[in-house]
């Protein structure tokens, strides 16, 4: 659900790194988050989900990361959709991410040959 809150400057705004302190402190996610992400999901300022993958049989739901504008990459929202094989048992079959449009030179997936 979208929570309607307008992001920007001078616009409502929540505790400042509030996604990025929230993954840091999951067991799971923190062991995921690299230095590197830490700049971008600096940038990172809600987070919501629905259950529409385009096929009203296909089980799963989505997850929309909402991002200021930032230095890294040209995208506001990322989306990444969870497949699943079974509601009952979830059991992930495929997960699919939105294209990160980056900017030149601040990929932080990517590795620098030296």
């Known amino acids: 659900q979208n929570s309607g809150i307008p992001y920007g400057p001078g616009k409502a705004m929540g505790i400042p790194e509030f996604w990025l302190r929230a993954m840091k402190n999951h067991d799971m996610l923190e062991e995921q988050i690299t230095e590197r992400d830490e700049a971008p999901l600096k940038y990172l300022v809600d987070i919501t989900s629905d259950k529409e993958l385009g096929d009203a049989d296909q089980k799963g739901f989505r ?9 890294y990459f040209e995208n506001t929202v990322l989306s990444k959709a969870y497949y699943m094989m079974d509601e009952d048992d979830p059991i992930l079959e495929k997960a699919e991410g939105t294209e990160i449009q980056w900017k030149a030179g601040k990929n932080v997936t990517g590795k620098v040959m030296k």
């Open 63 to 71: 997850l929309h990361f909402h991002f200021l504008p930032n230095p």
